[in-house]
């Protein structure tokens, strides 16, 4: 009997140490799975980098990456400074960004504050940026290159094209809508700037944006809706484009003297004079004044470094 209780207590304590040793290496592999894991999840969001040829000439930006939860949005933020070590003339841009992506603006801060710390580090969320930055941003920040989609190549004519300062601070800002109900998105973004060739340049064009607030439409039904916007100098229309959300059917941009452009981009120069006007609901596009150097505002228009943004009441 003692015998049989040593060699059964024996028999347990043999299956105790297996059973430890069992656990021991399930729990080992599964460490090395979630690193596995791990390390194909990393391989695979490296994979999932969106790419962009580097232009020949001029330089190429990325966006630092930033997680979209399901079913929901985000307006993402950076601070950066351009490495262009002279001023330079954009003729081109070139973007690619998540797929969806409802808009892309490089915003350029013209103001005095040259102390990085003043500005923030990573991706910050804000609408437009407003409110990052030094306290002169609101007032002293220009829309470089503005509500892009998710690839575009913006284009300007001969002779024309954005100045952009030497080692410019510029805020690229991403805003990315996730439909999927479960899974997170990736919002990125990565752009060329390619300039125009020197001495070619001799207009310097500035960005416009007009539209409405007052957009309001009872569910489960369409509406239709309009506004009139007064040229507050003489303006050269470089190019036109419209912006609107996926439910939207139509945005037209007709002068009283019935010039349409519609969703697309004007390949000529067209003359916008005082007290011309745009009916639209939603437009934008570039200029120039007839004095190049004008910084150009209006009624209705937020006060901006350079270029022109307004907002305007529906016509009754």
Same mark, same amino acid.
């Given at each position: 009997?003692?015998?049989? $209780?040593? /060699? ?43 790419h ?21 949005? +985000? ?8 490495? #262009?070590? +002279? ?5 081109? /841009?070139?973007?690619? %960004? ?10 350029e ?22 409110? /990052? ?34 080692h %410019? ?8 809508? @996730? ?17 125009? +060739?020197?001495?070619?340049?001799? &207009?310097? %064009?500035q960005?416009?944006?007009v539209?409405?607030?007052q ?18 100098? #003489?303006? @050269? ?20 003297? !019935? +010039? ?6 004007a390949?000529?120069? &067209? ?22 150097? $004008? !910084? ?17 009441? @529906?016509?009754?």
């Open positions: 009997m003692e015998a049989g $209780a040593f /060699l059964d207590h024996h028999t347990s304590t043999i299956m105790l140490t297996t059973r430890t040793r069992a656990q021991y290496s399930l729990r080992m592999r599964t460490i090395w799975m979630v690193t596995l894991a791990c390390f194909a999840l990393g391989t695979t969001a490296d994979a999932k980098r969106l962009l040829h580097r232009p020949r000439r001029g330089f190429q930006m990325r966006m630092t990456h930033f997680v979209i939860p399901p079913a929901s949005e +985000r307006e993402g933020c950076e601070y950066q400074v351009t490495p #262009n070590r +002279r001023a330079m003339d954009v003729q081109s /841009l070139e973007l690619t %960004a998540t797929a969806g992506t409802h808009h892309f603006v490089l915003w801060y013209l103001g005095k504050d040259d102390n990085p710390a003043d500005f923030w580090s990573g991706i910050k969320y804000a609408a437009g940026c407003v409110g /990052l930055g030094p306290q002169d941003s609101f007032g002293a920040t220009a829309n470089l290159f503005g509500m892009q989609s998710s690839h575009a190549r913006v284009e300007f004519p001969p002779g024309i094209a954005v100045r952009l300062e030497q %410019a601070t510029v805020y690229p800002n991403l805003h990315v809508r @996730n439909p999927s109900l479960t899974d997170p998105l990736r919002g990125e973004a990565v752009f060329n700037l390619i300039p125009a +060739r020197k001495g070619t340049v001799r &207009h310097h %064009a960005a416009l944006v539209g409405s607030f957009i309001d439409i009872p569910p489960q039904s369409s509406a239709s809706l309009a506004a009139v916007w007064y040229a507050p100098a #003489n303006l @050269n229309i470089v190019q036109l484009s419209t912006h609107e959300h996926h439910r939207g059917t139509l945005v037209s941009a007709p002068s009283d003297r !019935r +010039r349409r452009q519609r969703h697309g981009r390949r000529s120069v &067209h003359r916008l004079a005082a007290p011309d006007h745009d009916e639209m609901c939603f437009v934008t596009g570039y200029f120039y004044p007839d004095d190049d150097s $004008a !910084r150009v505002t209006g009624p209705g228009c937020v006060p901006q470094g350079a270029g022109l943004e307004c907002f305007v009441p @529906n016509l009754p």
